[in-house]
């Protein structure tokens, strides 16, 4: 593997981490949508009990996986050694990344399995807020030269590419 900082390959390896986001994102938005689909359709029974662990456990649990996955986030970017190439600090970012959107999908994911299961509108505001701070989890050039505390001549290579 090349470890140069060729702007293009830094191209690629920004185009790449955008590519898997908007995947997620737009996984969600379709089974969020599904989920609408499906629950408009056909008349559920909203079975009381399953709804009253779930009223409590949905939000707290996404609550929860938002700042676990700040703080997995955080944690994986300290480690990173300052002295690697600008190519694998990319790779590190695009892996930190990947891992606190996981963490934040699964309560997103949870959020609308409930609600297909008991038809409560409640999961879909905790959906929306939670997809709310997905989107602003979203990589950007800006913020990976803010939380890698880039020097200026990397910054500059990640901004001419």
Known sequence: MRTTSDPTDIKNQIRITRTIYYALVFGLLIFFIVVLVLI????????????????????????????????????????????NSLIQKLMSYRTAKIVSWAVLESACLLALVATMLTSNYLYVAVFVFLFGYFILMRPSKESFIRDMRLNSDESDLIFKS
Not at 40 to 61: A, C, G, H, R
Request: hydrophobic share 50%.
């Open 40 to 83: 408009q359709e056909k008349y559920l029974s909203i079975e009381k009990d399953l709804d009253n662990i779930f009223t409590i456990i949905v939000p707290v649990y996404g609550l929860m996986m938002m700042f676990v996955s700040r703080m997995i986030y955080n944690q994986m970017i300290s480690k990173i050694e300052v002295n």
